[in-house]
Nanobody
Framework: QVQLVESGGGLVQPGGSLRLSCTASGGIFTIWAMGWYRQAPGKQRELVATITGGTSTNYADSVKGRFTIFRDNAKNTVYLQMNSLKPEDTAVYYC??????????????WGQGTQVTVSS
């Protein structure tokens, strides 16, 4: 069974930094795109950043220049480096990965979420 396990969330002051990580495990053949999404209270889940199997990245306008997504394919891990954090970045952050367990089939998987709170 594929699992995505996230870590790195917490409480940080405005202007501070956090690094989230997400590791995939369990019968993986290939990991395609990986990404981070977030959901604030009372709001819909939104895309934060994605990265393809190579190095192509995509960011929400609200985090461009502040957040960086990168991955270590040898460790099946994706990271989100968050700098210059703002109170509006407060949300539960979810890891997403498109994974093949066998050739020719791809499935989306989600992590359990990690809370990020930006507050003084």
């Amino acid at each position: 069974q594929v699992q995505l396990v996230e870590s790195g969330g917490g409480l940080v002051q405005p202007g501070g930094s956090l690094r989230l990580s997400c590791t995939a495990s369990g019968g993986i053949f290939t990991i395609w795109a990986m990404g981070w999404y977030r959901q604030a209270p009372g709001k819909q889940r939104e895309l934060v950043a994605t990265i393809t199997g190579g190095t192509s990245t995509n960011y929400a306008d609200s985090v461009k220049g502040r957040f960086t997504i990168f991955r270590d394919n040898a460790k099946n891990t994706v990271y989100l480096q968050m700098n210059s954090l703002k109170p509006e970045d407060t949300a539960v952050y979810y890891c997403n990965a498109e994974i093949s367990r066998v050739a020719g089939f791809r499935t989306d998987y989600w992590g359990q979420g990690t809370q990020v709170t930006v507050s003084s």
